[in-house]
């Protein structure tokens, strides 16, 4: 793919190298010319000096012929501005932009812009790590919102099959991490999957 990435810090440079090293051609864009050097020594793909405010420095970047662009700078208000003139300008569908305020980010995806927000990414590994549960965690598809959680069975299930499970309100249990972390999806019509101690099931719903 041809990946545009607006923002050279840490996460911005991160991304790069690693789509880089995925076999991607990308480009990144960034005001601060000493940003580039967080960059790998292998590093091929274009750098470009500039503020992605200017449309010719996105010209220049390559955003017309992108197939994806990634807004990852550290002010939210510019990431939304560029991603809206990325999409509304420049016709790149896929358009991805870092907000780093949790009670913005819900508010810009209703405006059609798909965001990723590190806070809560963040505040979900930190209560998985601290209580040892782990959080929702969610997914957008379009305009649909699916919630993901994992928590471990219930001892008085424990011996008995999956789909006796009871189901909390609009939700769908689709597997369970074993427990000796194998991955087993209740997808196999037919076939039992028994429920031993430890195993943890993995449970899906809308929240929108």
Known sequence: MNILVV???????????TLFGLGHYVSVVDHNPDSFKQLDPDFDGMTLLGTPLN?????DAGVE???????????????ITVSQIVKEFFYVDNVVAKINSPARERAFY????????????ACGSFISAL????????VHFGLHTLGV?????????????LKDMPRRKSEVIVGIISYDGQ??????????????AKDRLICVRATD
Not at 55 to 59: F, S
Not at 133 to 138: M, R, T
Not at 149 to 161: A, H, L, M, S, Y
């Open 131 to 138: 209580t040892g549960k782990n959080s929702e965690q969610q």
């Open 7 to 17: 923002g050279c810090g840490r996460l911005g440079a991160k991304l790069v190298n």
């Open 149 to 161: 959680t994992v928590r471990e069975v219930d001892p008085k299930f424990i011996g008995r099959d």
């Open 110 to 121: 209703n405006l059609g812009l798909k965001t990723i927000c590190p806070t809560n990414l």
């Open 183 to 196: 991955l087993i999806l209740d997808s196999t019509k037919g076939k039992s999957v028994v429920l031993s």
């Open 65 to 79: 012929s992108c197939d994806s662009v990634a807004v990852v700078t550290s002010d939210d208000n510019l990431n």
């Open 55 to 59: 449309m010719d420095v996105l010209r």
